[in-house]
């Protein structure tokens, strides 16, 4: 039987395709603001936020859309609303960390869920990895629901007490520094916990410090990619 890729889950492909949007941010924000002013800035993002809204209303009608996104547009378009009316450059501040914090809902409410976030993503780059990640999927996605939640209190906290410069800097940038620290930890992590080892150079240095051999779940490691690469017909390694 053919081996088919799964498709990306609707709640993991809206998360994937905020992060450019939430990264680019803080510097639109900036220069829009510099050139035209908070109320033009704020009406345009009213704007432009109503008009998803309403694609996004219509799409959650006709299919399994996740309320959550409708719930973090909602709060977007009511800061918008605010910097608009008051006008004020704070309330637009707000939204990185606002997204933060609908990251860190959204990944710990998949805990609740058959498969957890981080278990969705997993599959969706090893499609035929087995059940037994599940544990360690959901320890990584309650840490990346922390860690969102501890960005999220940064950025808020910066926007109301801090300079504009420093949240310009951590939320255009420090942010997704942290970020990928966080990751090249949890991967370390990750390849300790399974010793689950491919060709990339960090294997080679994890694998002589953590053989697969001296523990149940390296050994299990080896038997999994044994039988994979029969099933699929690979060459067995020397």
């Avoid at 809204?53 to 996740?66: G, V, Y």
């Avoid at 909602?74 to 605010?82: H, M, T, V």
């Avoid at 990751?183 to 491919?198: A, C, D, L, P, S």
């Avoid at 099933?231 to 067995?236: A, H, P, W, Y």
Wanted: hydrophobic residues 50%; proline residues 7%; contains cysteine.
């Amino acid at each position: 039987m053919a081996l088919r890729r799964p498709s990306l889950p609707p709640m993991t492909t809206w998360v994937m395709l905020l992060i450019p949007f939430a990264v680019a941010y803080p510097w639109i924000v900036d220069y829009a603001i510099a050139r035209y002013g908070v109320r033009a800035v704020a009406l345009t993002a009213l704007l432009m936020g109503g008009v998803n809204l309403l694609s996004s209303w219509r799409r959650a009608r006709r299919s399994d859309h996740p309320k959550l996104v409708l719930a973090a547009e909602l709060c977007a378009i009511s800061l918008a609303a605010c910097a608009a009316a008051l006008p004020a450059r704070w309330p637009l501040m707000l939204v990185p960390g606002v997204i933060q914090l609908f990251l860190a809902v959204i990944f710990w409410q998949s805990l609740s869920l058959e498969r957890s976030m981080f278990e969705r993503v997993a599959r969706m780059i090893e499609p035929h990895a087995p059940d037994w990640i599940a544990g360690y999927c959901r320890r990584a996605t309650a840490c990346w629901s922390a860690f969102f939640l501890l960005n999220a209190a940064v950025v808020l906290g910066l926007a109301i007490f801090g300079s504009e410069e420093s949240w310009t800097r951590y939320a255009g940038g420090g942010l997704y520094l942290a970020a990928f620290a966080m990751h090249g930890v949890e991967t370390v992590v990750r390849k300790i916990w399974f010793r689950h080892y491919g060709a990339s150079p960090i294997d080679y240095i994890i694998r002589p410090l953590f053989p697969p051999e001296k523990t149940e779940r390296g050994r299990r490691s080896m038997a999994y990619i044994r039988d994979m690469r029969q099933r699929l017909g690979m060459e067995m390694p020397p």
